[in-house]
């Protein structure tokens, strides 16, 4: 008489378990919001400013135009960053709608805060630190800044959008679920009901 055969409950990380996901969905918004971030300060041209007697100028009307720029091409690049990477992990992740929606959420911050940390490490400094401490003539660039809350808002804006017409525009996977749904009662069903042999 042959024994049973136990096999091993798979781990945590296995393909397609739950944490895996979440792992791979968070690394994927993290690469790219610094990507997102070193594209921010690449695109941004800095307002040009001059240091005089600790105070600041802007040395052109062209520079005082581009003070808000870098809050524009911030929405811009993260928008279409964020764009990209809900698209992937929607495909990718077909049949796990609400744990990609925490997810999306949490990885679309966490992208968001990410692009505007690396953005403005590799721009110029604060010049009003500079200003504090010289009264010479002395020729700066603004800060690379974000203005206000409200374009952090991009990254889970764009995700949700993408989110949304992907599972409600393109409903194919939910379609075949449930026909394997059927299939797999069907078979439940007949089982059951089915001679038995004694």
């Given at each position: ?153 991009a990254w889970p804006m764009a995700s949700?959008l993408v989110l949304a ?34």
């Amino acid at each position: 008489m042959s024994e049973p055969v136990h096999r091993a409950a798979p781990g945590p990380l296995a393909a397609g378990s739950p944490l895996r996901t979440a792992l791979y969905v968070m690394l994927a918004y993290a690469l790219l919001g610094v990507v997102a971030g070193v594209v921010w300060e690449w695109v941004w041209t800095p307002p040009g400013q001059v240091i005089s007697q600790h105070q600041l100028f802007y040395d052109s009307d062209a520079s005082l135009r581009r003070v808000y720029t870098g809050t524009g091409i911030y929405v811009v690049v993260g928008a279409v960053a964020s764009a990209l990477v809900a698209l992937v992990v929607c495909l990718r992740t077909r049949g796990r709608e609400l744990l990609v929606l925490v997810l999306i959420l949490v990885g679309s911050g966490l992208a968001a805060a990410l692009m505007w940390r690396v953005g403005t490490l590799l721009g110029p400094a604060n010049p009003a630190t500079l200003a504090a401490h010289t009264t010479a003539l002395t020729r700066t660039h603004g800060q690379l800044t974000v203005a206000g809350k409200s374009p952090y808002l991009a990254w889970p804006m764009a995700s949700l959008l993408v989110l949304a017409l992907v599972y409600f525009g393109w409903p194919g996977s939910l379609a075949a679920r449930t026909h394997a749904d059927e299939r797999s009662t069907d078979h439940r069903e007949a089982d059951i009901s089915g001679p038995s042999h004694g």
